[in-house]
């Protein structure tokens, strides 16, 4: 079973966490680091399919972060590039990544 994930980008992405977690966000260090567009988690493949992760100019790709409920380790970026200052994304924009999921995050 797979769950899917379509926002737009509407909050600020460098707002510290507090209490409750965005579900379009990845964190690190209780700070987003990215958001994410059409997330479909894979339980059964211990994956989460990102069709974008944009934002992410302070996401650390080599250390896990933590998505909804999950941590979770990117393994694969398809295409990263680096948006133009006009555009609706601004930052980093990793497309097509796969993560493992590690486990679950404490609460």
Same mark, same amino acid.
């Given at each position: ?5 379509? &926002? &737009?980008?509407? +909050?600020?992405?460098?707002?510290? +966490?507090?209490? &409750? !977690? ?16 059409? +997330? ?51 930052? !980093?924009?990793? !497309? ?12």
């Amino acid at each position: 079973m797979s769950s899917n994930l379509n &926002t &737009t980008a509407g +909050a600020p992405a460098w707002q510290p +966490a507090s209490g &409750t !977690r965005e579900d379009d966000a990845l964190y690190q260090n209780d700070r987003v680091v990215g958001r994410a567009l059409a +997330a479909r988690v894979d339980p059964e493949a211990r994956e989460i399919r990102f069709g974008e992760i944009y934002r992410s100019d302070e996401l650390l790709l080599p250390d896990d972060c933590e998505f909804r409920n999950y941590r979770i380790l990117i393994q694969h970026v398809g295409f990263a590039s680096k948006e133009e200052r006009g555009a609706a994304h601004k930052g !980093r924009v990793l !497309r097509e990544a796969v993560a493992e999921i590690l486990g679950f995050r404490e609460q």
